[in-house]
């Protein structure tokens, strides 16, 4: 052993001599800069010198290859931050130039006399058993790569379908307990908030505060800024971002890789040790291995998440549609069984919907129901729900209702709101609705309160528009009655068990019959008689309308082919609003009147003013086909409604004016009269007939026939009459 100027760096004790002397591996000894001091036996024979020559002449640099230089820059870095540097790298042979692999712990000592620190390396030669050492480190990274794919297998499978909370714990679990480090964060942007950042999940002791500075001023929130993988392995020596937040945590070190999203970072992953440490490259990698499949199963939750409140919402208004207003029921019930209070739901039909869903067409009609969920929900409580639950039908679900008094107060609320008239200019916009309430109990439901709204809307649809009722147990009984009405109606019309009445129209100035009216009855077999104005409307709501119609329509103009043997009398039919939306009802009147036998021009057609109006395009069509067979058709009810000049001028189809009751029942007082003698010179300028209907006394009679009336019909020129006694009435007529 060949000893150079060492002066304290090695002691002369014998024992110290001898361990050096004696080891089997390379020892050395150089200053800060490289060169070397000492060089053992074991080291020297290694590398093939006799002696460390006395001129200095020989550094660290000289002992390695070109390969091993490689990891040159990251022994200086370690030494000079840690103090300390282990791995494998290549020594070279002086004599032959052979490479050496060698395996190499170097560190920094510090000399007693206060000198300058030296750097300590022992060499461990791994030619001799080299296969064993190679066997050995690909085991090692064999298992390392077995954990690190049955991590991500793991996360991945979760990722298919798990929770978004259930990743973010596996992902934590999964770093922390791979990479052996203390702790693992996931943390994320706050919405609205540029000073802070918020951790959602962690493995390891839990942060707190789960708070932690944004940007410049945290590991983590630098790396969401810059978008980019950061590495600090020594806090002391951090000047890129403050390490204030780390010490607060009592890291030392630590890496956060972000978590790609849509636009920027989704959020960061980040693990922490409590000691100084490198993260090698593998580290990096398997961090970013994670996050990527992190950012994949978010964008899955996401797109699911947008599916779910698409899925949950109207899509022309956007506000929640039947199935969210539901769920929401059940929340506010179960919310006000804890609370003790109560909930509201009331159900909203926009009347006269169709005025202009039909008459404008459906994009117009669509703008329209816009508008007015806007008014909707701009009338509605903060934090009550407004829904969309179909064509024209709205929910509001309304928590903590004081009562009945209080859900009318709301009711009226809606009302008004919804009533106030438009700008002008702007297209029309729904200014009524019928609003059913329903007030929840101890025992409500979701299906009970829905039920009760409904019927309970459907009596304030009754009670005129605009209009609000409140759930009474009596609706429970009209609901009930309505439903049993619908089946034994649908029963009576298979059997044949309805009747026609006739009434007369009789011409004012002969008294003669010039036509008859049908009149639906029905005797239901245990309640007695039906009113018609009850049937009818039942029909309506169940869909039998069409088939009453369908009945009433082949049974007038059948009898009427009968009369025409002795008579000229035609028969005049109510026709419904759903007959003349039907595009196939011209083709049924054609087959009725070719089957009957029965002239077309004996055949009157009356429908009432409102359905007129209300679908414009739909039933100008329907009258202007049935017009040009020969049909004759009645306005009914004039005054009772919408009536417009300008729709009689547009569509000539008209061969009568049946005045409204209403006006007749009042004569002869001067206004009624006046408004009946109106009505006749607006008929008499269309060259149409006029009837004035419901007529029961002279007086009455009189005043028609003072007015210009045509035609008259009422209790006092005749009730409705069996098919027998109408027939016996026009036989007795005709002689």
């Known amino acids: 052993m060949k000893r150079v100027a060492v002066h304290d760096a090695i002691d002369d004790l014998g024992i110290l001599r001898s361990v050096l002397d004696r080891s089997r591996d390379g020892i050395a ?38 390969s091993g230089m490689a990891v040159a820059g990251e022994v200086e870095s370690a030494l000079q931050r840690f103090r300390e540097w282990r791995g494998l790298t290549e020594l070279q042979h002086f004599g032959t130039k ?36 190679q066997w050995q480190a690909a085991v090692e990274a064999s298992e390392y790569r077995a954990a690190e794919q049955q991590a991500v297998a793991e996360l991945s499978t979760l990722a298919l379908d798990g929770e978004l909370d259930q990743l973010l714990a596996a992902a934590t679990t999964a770093a922390s307990k791979l990479m052996g480090v203390h702790r693992s964060m996931i943390t994320r942007p ?43 392995e020594d806090r002391d020596l951090e000047t890129r971002f403050s390490t204030v937040a780390m010490a607060s945590y009592g890291f030392r070190s630590g890496v956060c890789v972000p978590i790609p999203g849509a636009d920027g970072p989704w959020g960061a992953l980040s693990v922490h040790a409590n000691q100084n440490r490198i993260y090698s490259d593998r580290d990096v990698s398997f961090l970013q291995t994670v996050t990527g499949v992190l950012s994949a199963a978010i964008r899955r939750i996401d797109l699911a998440t947008l599916l779910h409140e698409r899925s949950m919402h109207d899509p022309l208004t956007g506000l929640p549609n039947r199935t969210l207003a539901y769920e929401r029921i059940e929340q506010a019930l179960a919310r006000a069984e804890v609370a003790g209070t109560s909930i509201a739901v009331f159900l ?37 729900t407004v829904a969309r639950v179909g064509g024209d039908e709205f929910l509001i679900i309304a928590e903590g209702v004081g009562g009945v008094d209080h859900a009318q107060q709301l009711a009226n609320v809606l009302s008004e709101s919804i009533s106030k008239p438009q700008a002008p200019g702007y297209e029309p916009t729904p200014l009524s609705a019928s609003i059913g309430i329903a007030i929840s109990d101890a025992n409500s439901t979701r299906k009970e309160l829905i039920r009760r709204a409904d019927l309970a809307m459907y ?76 049937f009818v409307a039942v029909a309506e709501r169940t869909g039998l309308v069409g088939d009453l119609g369908e009945w009433a329509l082949h049974t007038a103009c059948t009898q009427a082919a009968s009369w025409q043997a002795f008579s000229d009398v035609g028969v005049r039919v109510n026709v419904s609003a759903l007959q003349l939306r039907d595009a196939a009802f011209v083709g049924k009147v054609a087959t009725v009147l070719a089957s009957t036998g029965l002239d077309p021009a004996a055949l009157g057609l009356e429908i009432t003013e409102t359905v007129w109006v209300a679908d414009t395009v739909r039933v100008a069509g329907t009258l202007a086909a049935l017009h040009r067979i020969g049909v004759g058709i009645s306005l009914d009810d004039i005054g009772s409604g919408y009536s417009s000049i300008a729709y009689l001028s547009r569509y000539p189809v008209f061969e009568c004016f049946k005045i409204d009751r209403s006006y007749v029942e009042d004569l002869p007082a001067a206004r009624p009269k006046a408004i009946v003698g109106a009505i006749v010179m607006l008929a008499r300028a269309f060259d149409l007939t006029v009837v004035g209907e419901g007529v029961e006394t002279v007086e009455q009679l009189d005043t028609l026939q003072a007015c210009g009336c045509d035609l008259a019909q009422g209790y006092l020129l005749g009730k409705p009459m069996t098919v027998d006694e109408a027939t016996a009435e026009l036989r007795k007529q005709s002689t």
């Open 348 to 384: 909203l039909d926009i009347d006269d919907f169709k005025i202009i869903n039909d008459s404008l067409g459906h994009e117009a009609g669509d703008r329209a129901l816009l508008r007015f969920s806007s008014r909707l929900a701009a009338a509605a409580r903060p934090g009550d």
């Open 190 to 232: 706050i919405d609205g908030d540029d000073v802070n950042i918020a951790v959602v999940a962690f493995a390891g002791q839990q942060p707190r505060p789960a708070i932690l500075p944004a940007g410049s001023n945290s590991l983590m929130g630098y790396a969401l800024v810059t978008n980019s993988v950061i590495i600090c």
């Open 29 to 66: 000894v150089s200053d800060m800069s490289g060169r070397i001091l000492y060089v053992n036996p074991a080291g020297l024979a290694l590398v093939g010198l006799a002696e460390v020559p006395d001129d200095g002449s020989v550094t660290t640099r000289g002992f390695f290859t070109r």
């Open 98 to 133: 052979t490479p050496i692999p060698v395996e190499v712990s170097a560190f920094v000592v510090d000399r007693s006399c206060g000198g300058q620190s030296v750097i300590v390396s022992i060499t461990r030669d791994r030619s001799e058993g080299h296969s064993h050492v």
């Open 459 to 534: 009596r304030a649809k009754d009670t005129g528009t605009g209009g609000h009722a409140v759930f009474d147990h009596d609706d429970v009984y009209d609901a009930d009655r309505t439903r049993r009405l619908s089946v034994d109606l649908r029963s009576a019309l298979g059997r044949g068990d309805l009747s026609l009445r006739y009434q007369p129209i009789v011409d004012i100035t002969t008294r003669r019959i010039v036509a008859m009216e049908a009149l639906a009855r029905w005797t239901h077999p245990s309640l007695g008689v039906i009113d018609p104005g009850e």
